[in-house]
């Protein structure tokens, strides 16, 4: 004679009373990018970021420093974004002030991801007050 549950283990391993009803939770869109230019924030160190030139666009990157002005030009160091993981996996009393192997850009080539809060979406037609 059954018990009247139902129980059984997913992939992962989790238990799950199959009489029950199911919930399923659901989290929406991932917020949308934008891309901004290094001058136009106020900071970007530590920022993910994406190099263009006239072929490709390279991404994974992170802002390994401020915009700063040499010789007449606006540049920004940057490293991948694992060597930045590495570089923060270091403890503080360690790791250097400066990231090993950062490359110099022209702040002018590089773009700054932002994300922005996806705004809230309209109501449902036929949800609301009808009166």
Do not use: K
Not at 19 to 44: C, F, H, K, N
Not at 80 to 106: G, H, K, N, S
Request: proline residues 11%; aromatic residues 10%; contains cysteine.
């Amino acid at each position: 004679m059954g018990t009247g549950s139902e129980w059984v283990f997913d992939g992962n391993g989790n238990l799950y009373d199959l009489s029950q009803p199911v919930e399923l939770e659901t989290y929406g869109p991932p917020p949308i990018l934008r891309w901004v230019a290094p001058m136009d924030l106020p900071e970007i160190f530590g920022e993910r970021c994406a190099r263009a030139d006239r072929r490709r666009v390279i991404y994974n990157l992170r802002c390994a420093t401020e915009v700063y002005e040499s010789d007449g030009g606006l540049y920004v160091n940057v490293v991948d974004e694992d060597q930045w993981y590495r570089w923060l996996d270091v403890p503080d009393e360690r790791r250097p002030e400066r990231i090993p192997r950062a490359i110099c850009v022209a702040a002018r080539h590089l773009w700054i991801e932002i994300a922005d809060q996806p705004s809230s979406p309209p109501p449902h037609p036929l949800v609301g007050d009808f009166t």
